[in-house]
């Protein structure tokens, strides 16, 4: 028998019983005549305590182990001694005296320590993904990932859900992000494309009576990553039919709710959640993913200096745009160099300059531009912002579109600094009615702003053709403290609309066709009306687990340039191995294998 009990579970109540324990030498103090071993494994920790007199077999083994060798001991629980207890964990209150110990393996030093959170660069956690596990916060990151699905699932077996698979080798789609294509060895010159989502297979599950789908799925998208991007990630994607947007919200909520509920109940979740249309979310917040943790909203602005002898206003309005600000609380601590790095931070995100005026404590106003202003116009400015004395506003004048992004960005930043964000609040927030449309002004067309199945009002249907840009859709997001979660809409379940919304996507017959026939024709056999969602379930653990990087709640995730240091991922494949899959290497791409540098994995020495 290697173990009759998991470390981690010992409790006062077995103290006098005989055990066996195995696990990994977490650490080991040597305290003349005595060794001590935190034994950990998934369960947790104990202390064993070995005596050179009682057991000097057991004794001499535990003089020899280093940290991560893997032991098994044989002993007896017993209370600590009083005063000697450790509250902080949770075998605190015994330790197990060793009989007899054997080494069931030895294990190198590691590249970085395992009972502690030191900072270890990236390309080695990654590397070494495999101890980097063993690290407390990354164990209990993946045992929280664990917690969530099995609670979503859960939850939606509990609704009437039916969990489907759906392919991973699938048609390309010419719409979203950059496909992964694999090669077909039995169809030379054809390929794959790896799902960036299941979106058309849930919706084909919903013409074939399904009703009620979710599946926990795996999409990929050869993206520019990010902190919030890996190259494959994880969806929560289901789909419902004979539904309406309050179905799909109502039923989000209360599986978020719920969850936060079970997984962080340390975290507020206020409800209910937040519902804004997209118009409102840029008006208030210049973004489609408020953080409502802030506290601050944008105002309009435009009327009180509408007349003013400000030159930069003036000019701005007449070109058709507005003037908007907010206020920032505290903000009249905020030094002239802070000021101009704020006004850095508005011209690098696209705006032509930033106003700011400081309200002082003692009533009095410092700005470059106070002299524009009379008495009565600067009270006027301060009163439509909410600010106090103590206060300081930021104002953008430019088109909504500049004025939006810029106010979100410095929003962000000044919310950064002052620490306006509780860290202990989940802000959730659906928006609502995106456009359907947005002009891609580089491709020079109109692209799906959710995608291409995603339906409009009916009131706003004959803007398809008439007016794309006014056109909004039944998409909406779910949004948490400044991020977005998830998006989903309610689809179009009629073929007549969806080649509209094709044509207009400027997709000739023959090309809507050949990528999107299956669908069309899928619609003609009776396709109920049905949406759904698709929430980031990376996304969601990193944000229970409060983490802002999603790599820390995947298992083995990528590097930012899309590479496995563990495995070595992607990497070259022999000639004959392409020629099945006929596939030829461009000069090019040769010449860049020749050139790359030697892999990682080769350049990290192992005993550091
Ligand atoms: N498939 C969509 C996405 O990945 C989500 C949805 O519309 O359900 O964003």
């Known amino acids: 028998m290697l173990r009759s009990h998991a470390a981690g579970t010992l409790r006062l109540d077995h103290a006098g019983e005989s055990v066996t324990i195995s696990g990994w030498v977490h650490r080991r103090r040597d305290h003349g005549g005595l060794i001590f071993v935190d034994l950990r494994d998934a369960s947790g920790l104990v202390q064993?305590?070995?005596?050179?007199?009682?057991?000097?077999?057991?004794?001499e083994v535990a003089s020899e182990v280093r940290s991560e060798y893997v032991l098994q001991v044989e002993g007896d629980v017993v209370a600590r001694q009083p005063g000697t207890e450790n509250p902080d964990l949770d075998t605190g209150a015994i330790e197990v005296a060793a009989r007899s110990a054997d080494i069931l393996n030895a294990a190198r030093t590691p590249p970085f320590p395992i009972n502690q959170e030191t900072n270890v660069d990236e390309a080695t956690r990654l590397r070494y993904r495999y101890l980097d596990l063993r690290r407390e916060r990354m164990a209990a990151n993946l045992v929280l990932r664990h917690r969530v699905v099995a609670f979503m699932r859960r939850f939606l077996n509990d609704k009437g859900f039916l969990e489907v698979e759906t392919p991973v080798l699938g048609l390309a789609t010419p719409e979203g992000a950059r496909d992964y294509l694999v090669p077909s060895r039995v169809h030379p010159g054809d390929f794959y494309a790896l799902p960036q989502s299941p979106q058309q297979w849930k919706q084909l599950l919903m013409v074939a009576g399904v009703e009620r789908y979710f599946q926990i799925a795996r999409c990929y998208r050869d993206e520019d990553l990010r902190a919030d991007r890996q190259p494959e990630f994880t969806q929560l994607d289901l789909e419902m039919s004979f539904v309406d947007e309050d179905d799909i919200l109502g039923l989000t909520e209360e599986l978020y709710s719920g969850l936060a509920a079970e997984v962080a109940p340390q975290l507020a979740t206020p409800s209910p959640f937040v519902r804004m249309t997209y118009a409102e979310s840029m008006e208030r917040y210049g973004s489609d993913k408020p953080d409502l943790r802030f506290g601050i909203e944008i105002s309009d602005l435009t009327e009180i200096v509408r007349d003013s002898e400000f030159m930069v206003f003036r000019r701005a309005i007449e070109a058709g745009g507005r003037v908007r600000g907010f206020a920032v609380p505290g903000g009249a601590d905020t030094p002239?160099?802070?000021?101009?790095?704020?006004?850095?931070?508005?011209k690098e995100s696209g705006a032509g300059g930033l106003v700011w005026i400081v309200y002082e404590e003692d009533g009095s106003v410092r700005s470059p531009v106070a002299r524009f202003f009379d008495e009565a116009a600067l009270s006027a400015l301060a009163e439509a912002c909410g600010a106090s004395p103590g206060d300081m506003l930021l104002i953008v004048a430019d088109q909504d579109a500049v004025s939006s992004r810029v106010l979100d960005v410095l929003m962000r930043r000044v919310a950064e600094d002052r620490d306006l964000a509780d860290p202990n609040v989940l802000s959730f927030a659906f928006?609502?009615?995106?456009?359907?449309?947005?002009?891609?002004?580089?491709?020079?067309?109109?692209?799906?702003?959710?995608?291409?199945?995603?339906?409009?009002?009916?009131?706003?249907?004959?803007?398809?053709?008439?007016?794309?840009?006014?056109?909004?859709?039944?998409?909406?997001?779910?949004?948490?403290?400044?991020?977005?979660?998830?998006?989903?809409?309610?689809?179009?379940?009629?073929?007549e609309l969806l080649s509209r919304v094709l044509q207009r996507l400027n997709l000739d017959e023959a090309e809507a066709q050949e990528r999107f026939g299956h669908m069309l024709e899928a619609f003609t056999y009776g396709a109920p009306p049905h949406g759904g969602i698709a929430p980031g379930l990376d996304r969601t653990v990193a944000l229970f687990a409060g983490e802002r990087d999603i790599r820390e709640v995947i298992a083995f995730p990528k590097t930012k340039s899309a590479t496995d240091p563990l495995t070595g991922a992607p990497a070259s494949v022999r000639d004959d191995q392409m020629a099945e899959v006929h596939i030829a290497l461009t000069p090019e791409a040769r010449a860049a294998q020749a050139e790359r540098a030697p892999e990682a994995r080769d350049v990290i020495t192992n005993d550091v």
């Open 48 to 59: 064993v305590v070995f005596h050179p007199e009682d057991a000097p077999a057991a004794f």
């Open 336 to 346: 002239r160099r802070g000021a101009d790095a704020l006004e850095a931070l508005a």
């Open 431 to 495: 928006i609502t009615e995106f456009p359907m449309f947005e002009w891609d002004a580089q491709g020079q067309r109109w692209s799906a702003m959710h995608h291409l199945f995603t339906a409009p009002f009916d009131e706003d249907a004959d803007l398809i053709e008439s007016d794309p840009g006014a056109a909004r859709s039944r998409a909406y997001d779910l949004v948490c403290n400044g991020q977005e979660i998830g998006s989903g809409s309610i689809r179009i379940h009629r073929r």
